[in-house]
């Protein structure tokens, strides 16, 4: 998992008190050489919409949670190779706060993934 300057400018600017965009939707990829950089802004050629996610926080860990279902599936005949995810804070564009590469899951219509997120800061 990587987590790109996005999420760090964003989190640097809550502690600060100042505004700054939250992560709000997922997208999916296919793509086997997707970015991993810290500045990087897309996962590549995404499959489908991306998903709202639900997020919520219990003290110190925060979930980002998010549905893909099988109804969003593109290649209906032998199902969709997700080989990495992102979580950004807009429904299209840029605005990748962490991307996560999979180990090739393949989803059929047949049934849909959650992805949770779970980060727990901790100082050091």
Known sequence: MVLTD???TAMAKAINNESYNV??????TS???FEASTSATNIGSELGTREATSNTRSGTTVTFSAIRSGADVIDTTSGDTLTG???FD???GDGLHTNIELPSVN???????EFDLELTPQRR
């Open 6 to 8: 996005t999420f760090l």
């Open 23 to 28: 992560v709000s939707h997922l997208a999916v």
């Open 31 to 33: 793509d086997t050489s």
């Open 85 to 87: 995810l992102g979580y």
């Open 90 to 92: 807009a429904v299209s």
């Open 107 to 113: 989803q059929t219509t047949g049934f849909d993934i």
